[in-house]
């Protein structure tokens, strides 16, 4: 009992003495803040405050990096998921048990390598109409790529017309097969060029044009690069149509009626007749026997005179003002602008007026190189000044069967090609010395080589194999060789090469003197047995495959299209199915 009053004894002595303390403190801070200055109790609650704040934003930071820190672990978890839930869909679709994907092994002679893993697949149809059609074909957007190119095949039936538009990129276009005329605005004038087979010419970003096949039976077929680069960073290029009805919609119809009306100095009735009148989609036929459109006479007509002409639609406006009003539509006011459809004394006007660059054609010039195995073609802006504003170049390659162009590397660009004609066989070397691509191409197909990979293209021995494209740089373009007379190892040779080779001088020397030709290599043996079979089941598909419709019911009285320097094959549909 003495013990526990002795333990109160303590316990009260202790808070007496806290309650001392505190007083004192309490009654210290009374004292200091009667002598203190406003300015100073002031600064001191300022200061006070700032270190909550602080405390408070810390926690703050604090928590928050914990959360983000979750979510990007939570959105990795996910990914993985993802992707292992998708190899194990394909795996279960093959018949076989999921399995880790391998871990890409050292190239040996003949490895396959990733296949396709350079082939573009990616394929969307952004026009089809009963005229024509348009496919673009998306590039790879990584990091290994500076300037990624998307690639377009645009087909147009004989006398169709790809009506007025502007792009929000640039584009290079080649004639593969066809006649062309185009149109658009060069220094605020009208141009107009007359394209052939062959040609090349640059569409800037934001210039309204139209393209025209003038041919009477014959399809047109261009292939085009599309520089996404000026795009406004969409999923595709963006075409925004001057002409137009209810398909496609014309960037005009956005605008009030009143505020058209008065643009055009037309009645309500006329405007609404001439933006609605069209509908047959952006790809249409340009003559009376196809739909009742007079773009054919218009585009015959001089730009003078067609400028002279769009002048009478403000005066014939104001005087049918007080008239009833008729259904108008494109054809009606083209026809009141060009006159009557077979007015007899008309002249036919320049296809090729105003002052912009002329197109350039790449079967009117010598090969590059040339030698008894194939040839090549680069064209930069040295030869054609245009391609200096896209930074874009293009060549065009043909090899014969079996032959092969040698192993090199493009320091300076990306390289993108579309096969024309033939079967051949793309390698891509990664740079750690492993395959990263070893698979066989067709027409139609869109490869695509990234800047500094070892690759080379082989022909099959079954027939020539050829090949266009375009490059992401429009400067002289010098690949290194790795192989061959002209190669960086015959003009590098010396001892520093043959000891990094783990080879005598001379030894070294007999190797890479074997080879004789450059650049363009004869009937190497990797061609022989891989692309055989590939084509022997490209023809038993084609022969097994029913004839399409557009094939049933192809019109009697289109001449068949001739091959194209021999080598060009069947029309290629654009498209790729």
């Known amino acids: 009992m003495g013990r526990l009053k002795g333990v109160l004894l303590v316990a009260l002595v202790v808070c007496y003495a806290m309650q001392v303390v505190v007083s004192q403190s309490y009654e210290e801070r009374r004292r200091e803040r009667e002598l203190m200055s406003p300015e100073e109790e002031e600064r001191r609650a300022k200061e006070e405050d700032w270190r ?24 990795e978890r996910g990914r993985r998921k993802w992707d292992e839930d998708e190899e194990e869909q394909e795996e279960e679709e093959r018949g076989r048990q999921p399995r880790p994907k391998p871990r890409p092994e050292p190239y040996r002679p003949g490895g396959r390598g990733g296949e396709g893993m350079f082939v573009l697949r990616d394929s969307k149809k952004v026009i089809s109409t009963q005229a024509g059609e348009m496919r673009v074909v998306r590039g790879y957007g990584g990091k290994i790529v500076e300037n990624p190119l998307d690639i377009g095949f645009i087909t147009m039936e004989p006398r169709s017309l790809f009506v007025p538009q502007y792009l929000d990129s640039s584009l290079i ?15 605020d004038e009208l141009s107009e060029r007359q394209l052939k087979m062959g040609d090349v010419y640059r569409i800037p970003a934001g210039s309204t044009f139209y393209i025209v096949n003038t041919g009477e039976t014959q399809r047109l077929h261009i292939i ?8 406004l960073g969409f999923s595709t290029f963006q075409s925004f149509f001057i002409g137009g009805g209810t398909n496609p919609v014309s960037v005009l119809a956005g605008f009030d009626p009143e505020t058209l009306s008065t643009a055009f100095n037309v009645s309500i009735g006329e405007l609404r007749g001439f933006m609605t009148g069209q509908d047959a989609g ?21 730009g003078e005179e067609r400028l002279e002409r769009l002048k009478t639609v403000a005066e014939s406006g104001e005087q049918k003002e007080e008239e009833e009003e008729p259904r108008k539509s494109w054809w009606n006011i083209f026809d009141s602008l060009i006159g009557s459809e077979n007015k007899k004394g008309e002249k036919k006007g320049d296809t090729r007026t105003g002052s912009s660059p002329d197109s350039y054609n790449l079967l009117d010039r010598e090969p590059s190189y040339r030698n008894n195995y194939g040839w090549s073609i680069a064209v930069d802006k040295h030869e054609y000044k245009p391609l200096k504003k896209s930074g874009i170049g293009v060549y065009l390659v043909n090899l014969t069967a079996g032959s092969m162009m040698a192993p090199h590397v493009n320091p300076m660009a990306t390289e993108y090609g579309v096969v024309l004609s033939g079967v051949g066989t793309i390698q891509v070397v990664y740079p750690n010395g492993t395959s990263a691509m070893n698979t066989n191409v067709k027409e139609g197909d869109v490869f695509w080589i990234p800047r500094y990979f070892p690759f080379c293209q082989i022909a099959s021995r079954s027939g020539s194999f050829e090949f266009f494209g375009f490059t992401t740089s429009a400067h002289r373009n010098r690949p290194q060789f790795l192989v061959g007379a002209s190669s960086i190892l015959r003009s590098m040779r010396g001892p520093e090469f043959a000891t990094a080779f783990g080879l005598t001088e001379d030894r070294y020397n007999e190797i890479v003197d074997a080879q004789r030709e450059a650049l363009i290599l004869p009937s190497p043996s990797a061609a022989s047995g891989d692309t055989r079979e590939f084509e022997e089941k490209e023809q038993s598909s084609q022969e097994k495959k029913p004839e399409s419709k557009e094939q049933e019911k192809e019109k ?22």
Do not use: Q
């Open 224 to 231: 085009c690069s599309i520089d996404p680069s000026e795009g």
């Open 282 to 302: 952006p790809i249409i036929f340009a003559d009376t026997t196809h739909s009742p459109s007079l773009w054919a006479n218009f585009l015959k007509v001089k």
């Open 556 to 577: 009697p009285g289109i001449e068949k299209v001739p091959k194209f320097m021999r080598t060009l094959g069947p029309e290629m549909i654009m498209g790729f199915e």
């Open 52 to 75: 909550r704040r602080e405390k408070t934003a810390e926690e703050e930071r604090r928590h928050r990096r914990s959360w983000e820190e979750e979510e990007e672990e939570e959105e």
């Open 173 to 187: 276009i080649f004639l593969r097969r066809g006649e062309a005329k185009l149109g658009f605005i060069y220094d």
